[in-house]
């Protein structure tokens, strides 16, 4: 059975310094996986995602992630935080075996303090 | 272009109630996507809808149900409203399912009385 996990429910990082948000998963067959990230009151919008190729997936808002298969993570990274960066944020995994659920973790609060 | 769009934005009801919510999808997208999302926790995945047909079902119960029109909008019914049915009600589009990416709507925000 697919499912994601995110260790942390809160990461706090001072502007300016590197973050990393991680995200562990478990599927059948070979992952998709996915970043999104979540405002207040919004839905959630699209950051990146991994389906094949290089292992380091570089984003939006310069956000970039690390696809590794045999640890089977897929930490989110940002060299230079922004106070802006605030909010939450989801792994989501599908594999493709043909099915078509998407699996996301439970999410992680990201504080970035000027 | 316009994005996912979701009616309505918030919605009351009591216990026993039926409700729908309607999503449409981006123009040129035929596959949504429906999912709750309780607060403090991520989505749940609900249903899956490609080309009008049910192609994926997450682990709710049958009075959750929902269907896909031919211009590709799509309705959630939930039947018999319980109180922990309050949530965030997202909507999701896709060109096709698979690896492609889903692009969410603003959600519609359902509290149970």
């Known amino acids: 059975a697919q499912s994601v996990a995110q260790p942390e429910d809160q990461v706090n990082v001072a502007e300016g310094n590197p973050l990393t948000v991680k995200c562990t998963y478990s599927?059948?067959?070979?992952?998709?996986l996915f970043w999104y990230v979540q405002y207040p009151n919004r839905g959630l919008q699209f950051l990146l995602k991994y389906i094949t190729g290089d292992n380091l997936v570089k984003g939006s808002y310069g956000f970039e992630a690390e696809f590794n298969k045999s640890q089977t993570s897929f930490h989110l990274k940002k060299p230079s935080a922004l106070v802006s960066d605030s909010a939450l944020y989801f792994c989501?995994?599908?594999?493709?075996?043909?099915?078509?659920?998407?699996?996301f973790g439970a999410g992680t609060r990201l504080f970035v303090k000027a | 272009d316009a994005g996912v769009t979701q009616s309505p934005t918030h919605l009351i009801k009591t216990r026993g109630q039926h409700v729908t919510l309607r999503c449409s999808p981006i123009s040129g997208h035929k596959s949504v996507s429906w999912y709750q999302q309780v607060l403090g926790q991520g989505p749940q995945f609900i249903f899956q809808y490609y080309e009008k047909e049910e192609r994926g079902r997450g682990n709710f119960p049958d009075r959750f149900s929902a269907r896909q029109f031919p211009n590709y909008s799509s309705e959630l019914n939930v039947n018999a409203l319980l109180l922990g049915d309050s949530a965030l009600y997202l909507c999701?589009?896709?060109?096709?399912?698979?690896?492609?990416?889903?692009?969410f709507g603003p959600g519609t925000r359902l509290l149970v009385l």
């Open positions: 999701a589009s896709s060109l096709i399912g698979g690896a492609e990416t889903q692009y």
């Open positions: 989501a995994v599908r594999d493709d075996t043909g099915g078509f659920k998407t699996i």
């Open positions: 599927v059948s067959g070979n992952p998709y």
